[in-house]
């Protein structure tokens, strides 16, 4: 079993930053991909940045220049720096990380969500 635990989300007002946390436990035998979407309101589910397991990264384009993904493979976490976000930054963040648990059995596991509000 896997669980991914995300942390830092929270108030901030326009400008600000914060930077999330999401690790990864259980039994893990690899973590390949990580990434962090997001949900606002009344929107679907999108993605933000994502990380392979070379380093390379993608962002969306709404993000790029403000958001930083990065990762900790030893300690199984990735992270999500945060810079000069606006209220339109504001949803429930979620991490993302495809992980092999066994040599034959890979998945897609979802943290529970963390709530990031930017005020004006």
């Known amino acids: 079993q896997v669980q991914l635990v995300e942390s830092g989300g929270g108030l901030v007002q326009a400008g600000g930053s914060l930077r999330l946390s999401c690790s990864a436990s259980g039994s893990i035998i690899r973590i390949n991909t990580m990434a962090w979407y997001r949900q606002a309101p009344g929107k679907q589910r999108e993605l933000v940045a994502t990380i392979f397991s070379g380093g390379t990264t993608n962002y969306a384009d709404s993000v790029k220049g403000r958001f930083a993904i990065s990762r900790d493979k030893a300690k199984n976490t990735v992270y999500l720096q945060m810079n000069s976000l606006n209220p339109e930054d504001t949803a429930v963040y979620y991490c993302?990380?495809?992980?092999?648990?066994?040599?034959?059995?890979?998945?897609?596991?979802w943290g529970q969500g963390t709530q990031v509000t930017v005020s004006s």
């Open positions: 993302n990380a495809g992980i092999w648990t066994n040599p034959r059995e890979f998945g897609s596991h």
